[in-house]
């Protein structure tokens, strides 16, 4: 086939979205939103939780506006993929019955479950087989705080979807990389952990890899799309993380990428995990990618410090637009107080303005009480973290990136960028927006043999059909005074 036309489901933390993505080869990949909704955490039976019921009628909602334009245009839907967040999960019984809404990674619950499971497997030992970073709501922690297992499996959340989709149970292997189960090396599930935790071997279903099939759409399922039945649910890099590394448009070979949402999560691509001591320490993770690649990374905080400041002053009756809020914080002069964006007293909803507040206050610094300064301050540390995660990235590794690419969100965000160049150094090359949905959108493409390659040819289609922006470092240069550089970001 010359060209091809195929879904994508693309849900995070804050939003979902299902597209219709085109693929050409000589061309590259286009996408068209074709349905968007809010996603969020809701008070749940005592939790934090998805309301997955609702967020399910979303994607079926999706699913037949595209097939509506796609054959309004006379095309035919290839192939669905579908990526979420990671490491959250729906506990389905025997007959495929989801018994609860799951729970969202933001609730407390897993918390207590930690100490626990580092008795049964010390960190360190857990680090050398997974590679997996410390994050205390990693999938193993949240299994542990579970109070019975008995008679269910877990399904991560694009893998819940795909179920319901094609009636077949899967890990696709990239999300399958955040649960602290995975063996980094043998790219098997860790069998000695899920023993030793008491867990069922088959707690999970068996592994997919991006590129096979989940099965085809159940027939009341295509039905009820009005696509044809034989349709099938292609597993991509399901965790949107994943999906959104495999389309940053790369043109030379030493680069560091940020995908910018909900958290920002900062690294380089390599080839084999790095399970040292030191690596350890950094608390990098090394999720698995696309292609076998691992994802070096941290988790620094993300736009949610932004999102979460914003729905408090929303409340409290001061609405101010995105646009006119990073306006008035890119006309404070640098060099103002900063915050640790990888602290996990960010991760909980409420009130996040004070909470950054009262951080810097720990610090021993003021924030004047102006959203303005807050958003300024957001963008200060969450550059700064960037800055730092990729110096100690490149430490780790012994690699050097020449380059960095924003992708997501917040390579929309002017200030953000061009802090981040400032703070790193570097030149920072924004777009495209929608990285993650290309990634689902042109693993598919390959599956379907629209397109033939590895990541470098998937990621020239992306580079040739995404404009992108360059912010060259330069201290100073979106600042009005410069009266307090010799403290700012460099
Ligand atoms: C980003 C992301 C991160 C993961 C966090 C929780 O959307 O998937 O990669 O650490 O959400 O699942």
């Known amino acids: 086939p010359t060209s091809g036309v195929f879904a994508a489901v693309d849900i995070g933390a804050s939003s979902g979205r299902v597209m219709l993505g085109r693929v050409c080869p000589s061309t590259g990949a286009t996408l068209e939103t074709v349905h968007r909704f809010?996603?969020?955490?809701?008070?749940?039976?005592?939790?934090l939780r998805w309301d997955f019921d609702a967020l399910f009628a979303e994607v079926l909602?999706?699913?037949?506006?595209?097939?509506?334009?796609?054959?309004?245009?006379?095309?035919?839907?290839?192939?669905i993929g579908i990526d979420t967040w990671a490491v959250d999960y729906g506990l389905v019984d025997a007959s495929g019955k989801l018994i609860a809404p799951p729970y969202s990674y933001r609730d407390e619950r897993s918390r207590s479950a930690v100490a626990r499971v580092h008795a049964l497997i010390p960190p360190e030992q857990?680090?050398?087989?997974?590679?997996?970073?410390?994050?205390?709501?990693?999938?193993?922690?949240?299994?542990?705080?579970e109070p019975s297992l008995d008679g269910v499996q877990a399904l991560l959340i694009p893998d819940l979807i795909a179920f319901l989709l094609t009636g077949q149970r899967r890990t696709e292997a990239t999300n399958a990389s955040t649960t602290g189960m995975f063996d980094a090396v043998t790219e098997e599930w860790a069998t000695e952990f899920l023993d030793v935790l008491g867990l069922p071997r088959d707690i999970f279903?068996?592994?997919?890899?991006?590129?096979?099939?989940?099965?085809?759409?159940?027939?009341?399922?295509?039905?009820?799309?009005g696509m044809p039945s034989g349709t099938p649910v292609v597993a991509v890099g399901s965790h949107d993380t994943a999906s959104a590394v495999a389309a940053v448009p790369v043109e030379q070979e030493e680069f560091a990428y940020i995908s910018s949402g909900t958290w920002?999560?900062?690294?380089?691509?390599?080839?084999?995990?790095?399970?040292?001591?030191?690596?350890?320490?950094?608390?990098?993770?090394?999720?698995?990618g696309v292609d076998g690649t691992i994802r070096y990374l941290r988790n620094v905080g993300g736009l949610w410090l932004l999102s979460e400041c914003q729905r408090t002053w929303a409340a409290q009756g001061f609405?101010?637009?995105?646009?006119?809020?990073?306006?008035?914080?890119?006309?404070?002069p640098p060099g103002g107080p900063q915050i640790n964006a990888e602290d996990p007293a960010f991760t909980a909803p409420d009130n996040m303005p004070e909470r950054i507040r009262s951080a810097v206050r720990h610090n021993g610094d003021v924030l004047p009480d102006r959203p303005a300064a807050v958003v300024r301050c957001i963008m200060d540390s969450l550059a700064a973290g960037y800055a730092r995660t990729l110096n100690d990235a490149e430490r780790l590794t012994g690699r050097t990136a020449g380059v960095v690419h924003v992708v997501g969100g917040g390579s929309q965000n002017r200030l953000l960028c061009q802090l981040t160049a400032n703070a790193t150094g570097?030149?920072?090359?924004?777009?495209?927006?929608?990285?993650?949905?290309?990634?689902?959108?042109?693993?598919?493409?390959?599956?379907?043999?629209?397109?033939?390659?590895?990541?470098?040819?998937?990621?020239?289609l992306v580079a040739s059909g995404t404009e992108l922006v360059r912010y060259e470092p330069v201290e100073a240069r979106i600042v009005q005074s410069s009266s307090r550089s010799s403290t700012g970001p460099h």
């Open 38 to 47: 809010p996603n969020g955490v809701v008070e749940l039976d005592g939790g």
């Open 61 to 79: 909602a999706g699913l037949r506006a595209a097939a509506t334009v796609a054959a309004g245009n006379g095309e035919r839907i290839q192939s």
């Open 126 to 145: 857990q680090y050398a087989t997974t590679g997996l970073q410390f994050l205390q709501f990693n999938t193993i922690y949240q299994l542990a705080a």
């Open 205 to 225: 279903p068996p592994l997919i890899q991006p590129g096979e099939s989940y099965g085809t759409l159940r027939p009341d399922i295509a039905s009820q799309l």
């Open 264 to 288: 920002s999560l900062v690294g380089l691509e390599l080839k084999h995990p790095v399970l040292s001591k030191e690596s350890r320490a950094a608390n990098f993770t090394n999720e698995r």
């Open 319 to 332: 609405a101010q637009s995105l646009p006119a809020l990073l306006d008035a914080a890119a006309a404070l």
């Open 426 to 460: 570097r030149p920072v090359v924004a777009g495209p927006v929608e990285a993650t949905a290309l990634g689902n959108v042109l693993v598919q493409a390959r599956a379907a043999g629209v397109v033939i390659g590895g990541l470098t040819e998937l990621r020239a």
